[in-house]
């Protein structure tokens, strides 16, 4: 007997996708994944997300509700374009929340509790315009609170720096922002990483794992382009730039330029290798950190 | 100290002098995202006279009193940021010390703000469901206005459609429905918005009322031109006066150490 490796491929790892399964995004954004699942053309999710990551989900056919505290365009546009039209739209159902509601969601999922208590959004529309959070009454004092119910992953979708084919993952930089939790709440969690490294370099350095038992590793250097990868590429403005217009451009009707930015980047493509051929060598190595 | 020498500054570089005059050592100074002018003021505050502050950003924690320039980001989520961070506070535990953010600083914008300092990130409109202007979203905001020592209402823009008597969405709990024991009430620790800064003037709270109230007007700005410009009526301050112009010091360091590009001057 050997001990198994959970190296996988893009094919694989996108195979435990059903249309309509809770799917978690992480931050730095899993881009190898978000692109290949709009390549399969999965449909009905619920993405736990932000930012334009979300929005191309969203652009690319493949959400029905989200579970998000920022949509945020930036370039210009305050809010993610294709969330923006959806949600007022009513196509897109928003389980509206902030990072502590969400957090607490997901905290109360991993430990294995129906709900966790929070004080943040008391006061405010929150539990309004969610029927899922309640107001309580704290059964110790008797103080306001909101209840947030356990928040369930199927599949989280997360991007770091490193891991070994055995699942142990080391974030350069610190871990995404609200990885941790994703990873926490998750059934199955799959890691999209820049470098596979020996068995022996994690051991090295055992504190420096950040997530252990990954169900499966995706070599994917560069994934998370178009955004950045901390340790080792900023984001590409120029490229994202042309996304957020093409998005803005497909709310107002025309559809062209969406269209021919998912044909290039994502349906002429079949992985993520030949994504990178189609961005260039001299483009990806234009985006070193410092 | 007044410099005659200085007469040529934009509003943006007014605000952010302002700011960081609020701001005092020791803040822990938490800036979000596409906040250009909080991110010069904690910048400008730290180097003139905060050496022990603490800057956090995108999840960083930071003090960087001793470099020589601590330049404003490219872009928001501009990671290059982080990389003089000390720690992290999302290293898989982010809210887990809440109980000590009386000693944090928070600034926080909106698509609407009301006259209590209710701000709203969720969007316009009366059906949730179908929003004339969908928002961004609650970001971390209600969470952080909650726990907070205090925090500062930074806006871009003075319109009534900002200013609005009543948001159609509370995102952030400000002042609620007014009074001093507001948030007491609800039992929420931190201590509330304390100013609202925009292009026009900086306005306060009341103590009594906790309504929203013109504190200083910035320079060749009238009352009747924000009293225009607010979707409620404005409580003047009997101590009213116009904005301090930003020192000849204040300016020199915010243009070569904080903004060399001019963020804040185009």
């Keep these: ?290 | 100290m007044r410099y005659s020498s200085v007469d040529n500054f934009t509003v943006q570089e007014l605000m952010a002098v302002f700011l960081a005059r609020q701001l005092k050592d020791g803040d822990h100074l938490q800036v979000g995202v596409a906040l250009p002018v909080p991110e010069a003021a904690v910048r400008l505050a730290h180097i003139m006279h905060g050496p022990n502050m603490e800057l956090i950003f995108l999840g960083a924690r930071m003090n960087v009193h001793q470099l020589e320039q601590l330049p404003l980001p490219e872009f928001g989520w501009d990671n290059r940021v982080v990389r003089w961070a000390e720690s992290y506070s999302d290293r898989g535990h982010r809210f887990d010390q809440v109980k000590d953010w009386y000693r944090r600083v928070f600034f926080i914008g909106g698509v609407q703000v009301d006259r209590f300092g209710n701000t709203n990130l969720i969007g316009i409109g009366n059906d949730h469901q179908r929003l004339d202007f969908r928002g961004p979203g609650s970001v971390g905001t209600a969470t952080l206005t909650a726990h907070v020592g205090r925090y500062y209402i930074v806006l871009n823009n003075h319109t009534p459609r900002l200013l609005v008597e009543k948001c159609d969405f509370i995102s952030a709990f400000g002042w609620g429905d007014g009074g001093p024991d507001a948030r007491k009430r609800l039992g929420i620790p931190g201590g509330g918005p304390q100013l609202c800064i925009t292009p026009l003037c900086v306005m306060d709270f009341a103590e009594d009322t906790k309504c929203m109230r013109l504190m200083s007007v910035h320079p060749g700005v009238t009352v009747d031109d924000v009293k225009d410009a607010t979707g409620f009526p404005l409580e003047i301050s009997d101590k009213l006066t116009t904005t301090k112009i930003p020192s000849l010091e204040e300016l020199t360091i915010l243009r070569s150490r904080v903004d060399p590009h001019g963020s804040l001057r185009s």
């Design chain 1, 1 to 290: 007997m050997e001990r198994q490796s959970v190296l996988a491929t893009e094919d694989e790892v996108v195979n435990w996708i059903e249309d309509g399964m809770t799917i978690a995004i992480g931050e730095p954004a899993p881009m190898a994944m978000v692109r290949h699942i709009i390549r399969n053309r999965i449909s009905g999710l619920t993405i736990i997300g932000s930012g334009i990551a979300l929005d191309y989900l969203i652009a690319g056919g493949c959400v029905s509700k989200v579970i998000s505290y920022y949509a945020g365009g930036g370039f210009g546009v305050a809010v993610a374009p294709s969330f923006r039209h959806a949600a007022q739209t009513g196509e897109l159902e928003v389980w509206e929340c902030d990072e502590g509601v969400l957090t607490s969601g997901l905290e109360a999922t991993a430990k294995g509790l129906p709900f966790l208590p929070w004080r943040g959004g008391v006061g405010t529309s929150l539990p309004e315009v969610n029927k899922d959070l309640r107001v309580m009454e704290d059964p110790i004092n008797g103080e306001i609170l909101l209840a947030v119910p356990a928040i369930h992953i199927d599949v989280a979708l997360l991007h770091a720096s490193k891991a070994d084919v055995y699942g142990n993952v080391q974030h350069q930089g610190g871990p995404g922002w609200i990885d941790l939790f994703l990873r926490r709440a998750a059934n199955r969690v799959a890691v999209q990483v820049e470098k596979i490294i020996p068995n022996e370099e994690v051991r090295s350095d055992a504190w420096a794992t950040t997530i252990s038992n990954a169900d499966a590793v995706i070599r994917a250097p560069y994934g998370a382009h178009p955004f950045y990868s901390r340790g080792h590429y900023v984001q590409d403005k120029k490229h994202l730039k042309l996304y957020v217009d093409a998005a803005t451009l497909a709310v107002t009707g025309e559809q062209t330029y969406i269209e021919e930015y998912f044909r290039r980047h994502v349906y002429q493509t079949t992985s993520h290798i030949m994504y990178l051929e189609v961005i260039g060598i001299t483009r990806l190595l234009s985006l070193h950190e410092y």
